[in-house]
């Protein structure tokens, strides 16, 4: 089992950046495949970036390709999502997510088993 603390949310001004943390419980940190999901008011969880334990494989959600990376520091537990050229439409509550199922579509919430409580990130125009 694992338990996820996300960090580092807060308000930006557009075209700002701002890095969000994970930070993982447990000795199988580096184990576990993880992602950050986003949502926003009114809409659905939507898949933002994933990366495999080995930092051998990673995705990104389309919306924010090109702008945003995922990183990890399995020595520290850590987890790490950059987030540059940020856009109103950025706005959400962003999730730390982690699993050991192997195979599937990395972007499908079911797929992970562990969530974070969430940060706000908000993006003034």
């Known amino acids: 089992q694992i338990q996820l603390v996300e960090s580092g949310g807060g308000l930006v001004q557009a075209g700002g950046s701002l890095r969000l943390s994970c930070t993982g419980s447990?000795?199988?940190?580096?184990?576990?495949?993880m992602a950050w999901f986003r949502q926003a008011p009114g809409k659905e969880r939507e898949f933002v970036a994933a990366?495999?334990?080995?930092?051998?494989?990673?995705f990104y959600g389309g919306s924010v390709k090109g702008r945003f990376t995922i990183s990890r520091d399995n020595a520290k537990n850590m987890v790490y999502l950059q987030m540059n050229s940020l856009k109103a439409e950025d706005t959400a509550v962003y999730y730390c997510a982690a699993t050991r199922r192997l195979g599937g579509d990395r972007g499908v919430e079911a797929l992970y088993d562990y969530w974070g409580q969430g940060t706000q990130v908000t993006i003034s125009s």
């Open positions: 447990g000795r199988a940190f580096s184990t576990y495949a």
């Open positions: 990366i495999s334990w080995s930092v051998g494989n990673i």
